[in-house]
């Protein structure tokens, strides 16, 4: 037997209250001496005895009828086993949680979807009139107000019936929580949630124990314990051939350089793939296609090059074909390029000189923009400008993707405070150090306690002084220096992979004579080191910061310091910096499933309305919020994947901007979970698997029934009431 009310035992006290009104109200006997009473003392004593008894009946009903109610509002249950279907006594609450993830959709000729969802139809079968159900979904588990429980049944089938997969990433153990929180607010004696679902490990997160403890916990603490079943469906693994992710050799793209894109080709299935067919295109149009084979567990990288002939939005596809694959969902990855045909960057020179040569930026400037004698006509897409510290506040800075600061130093506060919404607006900020430098004023101006633009706080300048001349003067005169060199790349950089040992770029001959030794970045998530000197020092350090990046250099880029411009990689070194920090679009144009798209408009163009072409859907007009000169678009129902293209009205193809939405591909990843982790669950929190519809009936208690026996509880507290009031009458 179990209560579904056991807070109200305390009830049970007030079965002493019968008593006690007894032996408060007891008769008192007053002795008086008659002498004829001896002849009946007899009498009265079998007359006492008679009055004993029926007080002490009395006592025992009165109690039992407050003892019966005190049970009744318990709401006691009796169990017991025997075959058949559910008890109609036994109420059940039901959550029905289903898996939509797109990897349901996986399988030929019925999908685990659809399989999921007949076994989920003939669960809901077995529910009876007052058993209450929830339908749930992974995809949206947790999220918003939770939803009523539903006792019409065929609005639940319904439900079920008519749901679709979703592309949004599985969080099994979010919406798992979110059932168990659902059950704890029903009221129905028994309490279950089944899980319809392929069983894909990937999105249970079982390496999580934090989470999973939690789950245990929450488990053991209900009031009633829930009875959890994973219901598989699809026990066959699918075939799967699925583009899994795309890179481009170059951050930013312009018109007059060629770009390689790199496309990750997986076999994520139960079989070896032969002859997939990939085709790559560009704006719609197919440019080149190849097959491939690929062994169980396989990998192939795809490289297709392409060089774009017009500045704008573009946006590029790849996509495979094979006659094994049973998953279409994965077969295609869509990606937006913005094609620049122009990068203007501003320099700030601190010591800026007659002879270009002379300048702190000299070698810099000439670095971002090179000239090909050979090749008059040749040309780089960066475009440097370059002024003194005190233009800096005279400036538009927002007319420029990168401001680099050289040598700079000291920046009055309200130059800072230009900088710092430029860098958060998406703009980078590079930052090279030298002889000018006032480490004092960086700290306290660019730093700011870790709140400014300054990685890191600079302790101080390691080298010798200024007076002895340039480092590569120093070096070619043969005296003895402690030089350190460039050393390894410490973390992933996109600007950096071309100077990496595989690479074939040795740039540890480079030698460093000055260089600004930095604060331990410990604990700072924003902020990484990208690059150290031979001893281990940071070189280059990286901070994000709103949507933009800051880039320091801990050397100088010209020859005081260093002889890092007389080396081969010093140009496209520094090339590659300022590309990277330039490469963000903002607002992005490559969204994830259920992240909002946003446009931007300026100019002539803020002022016309903007249509939104997205897939599956008619065509959207687009609501405008105005902020100055700009007019910003969004659009938040990007729940399906694809290409989204926003136009002016009546705007040329040309000034279409295009947008490209992807589901997580992790979700390709077809395997599933495995023995040991059906025993983890169940020892977790007690589920249990069901590889059928036996187990899975067996399980939910098919074969189990029971009563609650509030109702007889009260029906024999009426009837006692009369008893009761029978033996009143009688004893009067």
């Known amino acids: ?360 930026s000299g070698f810099f400037r000439i670095a971002l923009s090179p000239k090909d004698r050979d090749d008059p006509t040749w040309r780089t897409v960066i475009e440097p400008t370059v002024i003194e510290p005190t233009e800096l506040k005279y400036t538009d800075i927002s007319k420029f993707k990168v401001v680099a600061l050289v040598n700079v130093a000291a920046l009055p506060g309200s130059v800072v405070s230009d900088l710092e919404r430029f860098v958060v607006a998406g703009g980078g900020l590079f930052l090279a150090l030298g002889d000018h430098v006032q480490t004092e004023a960086y700290n306290r101006d660019l730093y700011r306690q870790g709140s400014g633009l300054l990685p890191a706080p600079l302790e101080r300048m390691q080298g010798p002084s200024k007076d002895e001349g340039p480092a590569v003067q120093v070096a070619n005169k043969g005296v003895s220096e402690d030089f350190v060199h460039l050393g390894g790349i410490v973390s992933g950089a996109p600007a950096l992979d071309l100077f990496r040992p595989e690479r074939g770029q040795d740039w540890s001959k480079a030698r460093i004579r000055n260089y600004a030794l930095t604060a331990s970045l410990a604990g700072k998530e924003d902020v990484r080191t990208l690059a150290s000197f031979s001893n281990g020092a940071p070189v280059l350090i990286q901070k994000k910061m709103g949507e933009g990046r800051v880039l320091l250099l801990t050397t100088s880029v010209d020859t005081r310091w260093s002889d890092l411009p007389l080396h081969p990689f010093y140009v496209p070194l520094m090339q590659s910096l300022v590309l990277d920090l330039a490469s963000a679009v903002i607002p992005p144009r490559n969204l994830r499933v259920g992240q909002a798209l946003s446009h931007v408009a300026t100019g002539e163009a803020a002022r016309k309305a903007h249509t939104l072409i997205a897939p599956k859907i008619e065509p959207v007009a687009l609501n405008a919020q105005t902020q100055g000169a700009l007019a910003v678009f969004t659009f938040e129902n990007t729940a399906g994947p694809g290409l989204y293209t926003v136009a002016p009205e009546g705007a040329p193809a040309e000034e279409r901007v295009y947008y490209t939405v992807s589901p997580d591909r992790r979700e390709s990843d077809l395997k599933r979970l495995k023995d040991e982790d059906y025993k983890k669950l169940e020892t977790e929190i007690g589920a249990h698997h069901a590889e059928d519809w036996s187990s899975l009936a067996r399980m939910i208690g098919l074969d189990a029934g029971g009563y609650e026996i509030s109702q007889y509880l009260i029906m024999a507290a009426v009837a006692l009431c009369f008893v009761e009031i029978f033996l009143t009458r009688r004893n009067a």
């Not at 019925?110 to 077995?126: G, H, I, M, N, P």
């Open 1 to 360: 037997m179990v209560f579904l009310n056991l807070l109200l035992a305390g009830g049970l006290a007030a079965v002493s209250a019968p008593v006690i009104i007894h032996l408060l109200h007891k008769s008192k006997v007053v002795p008086h001496d008659w002498g004829a009473m001896m002849f009946l003392e007899e009498l009265l004593a079998e007359h006492a005895r008679r009055m004993r008894m029926h007080e002490i009946l009395l006592l025992i009903v009165r109690a039992l009828i407050v003892g019966c109610l005190s049970l009744a509002l318990m709401r006691p249950v009796v169990k017991w086993a025997s075959a058949g279907v559910r008890s109609p006594a036994m109420h059940s609450s039901a959550v029905v949680l289903l898996d939509d993830s797109y990897s349901m959709n996986a399988g030929r000729p019925q999908s685990a979807w659809k399989e999921a969802q007949e076994t989920a139809l003939r669960y809901v079968d077995t529910l009876q009139k007052g058993d209450d159900a929830t339908v749930l979904f992974t995809s949206g588990a947790g999220r918003g107000a939770p939803p009523a429980p539903l006792f019409d049944l065929d609005r639940v089938r319904e439900i079920v019936r008519t749901a679709q997969p979703r592309f949004e990433k599985t969080d099994m153990p979010g919406a798992i929580s979110a059932a168990l929180q659902l059950l704890e607010t029903r009221h129905n004696p028994q309490r279950e949630l089944v899980v319809f679902s392929d069983m894909q490990a990937e999105g249970w997160e079982l390496q999580d124990g934090a989470r999973w403890s939690y789950l245990s916990s929450s488990v053991r603490a209900s009031r009633l314990k829930p009875n959890i079943v994973l219901a598989s469906v699809a026990a066959r693994m699918p075939v799967n051939a699925a583009l899994t992710e795309m890179t481009m050799s170059r951050a930013v793209v312009d018109c007059y350089s060629p770009v390689n894109f790199n496309f990750t080709i997986a076999n994520e299935g139960s079989e070896a793939l032969q002859d997939v067919a990939v085709t790559f295109s560009v704006d719609g149009s197919p440019k080149t296609s190849k097959k491939v084979n690929l062994p169980l567990n396989g990998r192939e990288v795809l490289a297709f090059e392409h060089t774009f002939d017009k500045p704008g939005s573009h946006y590029v596809a790849c996509k495979l074909r094979s006659n094994q694959d049973q998953l279409d969902e994965d077969d295609e990855i869509l990606h937006s390029v913005l094609v620049i045909d122009r990068l203007p960057v501003l320099i700030v020179d601190g010591d800026r000189r007659s002879s270009l040569l002379a300048s702190a």
